[in-house]
């Protein structure tokens, strides 16, 4: 199974892969960001709620995030610059 990527509903964005050394966070000066815990899913925040930020916390939940929109409806937005 290639590298996926799950928008979960009114939550985050799970990362999966078959060989979880496949996947390779790094941050804005390309340092890698080891994972939160070996061997499970990686899930990362889109609510912007999570203390543990890039990860997902759970805390999506207790803020009660929901979707904007749907993704396939997003607007195709390219900064300027
Ligand atoms: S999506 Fe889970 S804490 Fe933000």
Same mark, same amino acid.
Do not use: E, K, L
């Given at each position: 199974m290639p590298i996926t990527i799950t928008v979960r509903k009114n939550g985050s964005l799970g990362i999966s892969a078959d060989? =979880?050394? #496949?996947i390779v966070l790094v941050d804005s000066e390309g340092t890698v960001i080891p994972p939160r815990a070996e061997g499970r899913p990686m899930s990362l925040c889109r609510?912007? =709620?999570? #203390?543990?930020k890039p990860f997902c916390d759970g805390s999506h939940k207790a803020m009660g995030f929901?979707?904007?929109?749907d993704p396939m409806d997003a607007p195709d937005i390219t900064p300027a610059g």
């Open positions: 060989d =979880a050394a #496949q609510c912007g =709620a999570s #203390q543990v929901i979707d904007p929109a």
